[in-house]
């Protein structure tokens, strides 16, 4: 990587520092799950299906994919300003690499997005969330957070690119949302009493993020639901970097 790459890299962070509503805005949503929901029905946590770890730790994997889920757009949001900027345009004839120009506000966006996620587990270990592996669990739930956020900074920076219009990059995030209700988000699923929703829960992508969170925090679920889930991320992580590059092509000097 030469030293052009690297100043993209260091200034997508520096920018992302100093402008950081995108990820401010996914804490501030994944701690009003957090709060709101274990408010409201926090109560059942005391049914034999929690094993008696408590709601609150049975619902902050919801909080991880939001947070992720709310600054994804970030990304997007840099890209946009710098083509608006005409900042692409300006370093066309620099050596910096047409790829880095996409990847730089990714990787920013995503570490910031892991900076936040370890914020929130430590607000959760201070409010009674367990860890059933201590630290192995807080490095496992870091690694699915690292590739669900690749995995939509990386399809939202390259639809942005593609479609040239910020309001695009939200795209990715509307189609995701969906899919928290059609999971095992709020209830364990021998509590559903729905056939179709557990049916569609098995073929939901969220389904394997929730349930291998949970095998690391109450362990209501199995080992496996854990390693599907990085199986799964990791691939969509590597095609979402293959179509953010691919999109890269796509700009317009």
Known sequence: MNTANILLMKRAIIKLIKQPSAPLMGFGMSLFFLIVYNAGIGGIGNLEAFAGKGYLSFLFPIAVISLAMGSSSGAGQTLNAD???????????????????????????????????????????????????????????????????????????????????????????????????????????????????????????????????RYLLVGTSEANYFFIALIIFTFTSFISVVFALSSSKKIKI
Do not use: H
């Open 83 to 213: 083509m608006q900027s005409g900042y692409f345009k300006r370093l066309y004839f620099s050596p910096a690499s047409r790829w880095s120009l996409v990847i730089a506000p990714m990787v920013a966006d995503t570490l910031s997005s892991l900076v936040f996620t370890a914020i929130l587990i430590a607000i959760g270990a201070l409010f009674g969330v367990t860890f059933q592996f201590g630290f192995l669990s807080v490095l496992g739930i870091l690694l699915i957070s690292l590739l669900w956020s690749f995995t939509l900074c990386g399809f939202s920076a390259g639809i942005m690119i593609r479609t040239g219009q910020y309001q695009s990059a939200s795209i990715v995030t509307n189609a995701v949302f969906p899919l928290l209700f059609l999971s095992t988000t709020f209830l364990p699923r021998e509590l559903l009493t729905s056939k179709w929703l557990l049916t569609v829960s098995w073929g939901n992508p969220v389904t394997y993020v929730l349930e291998g969170c």
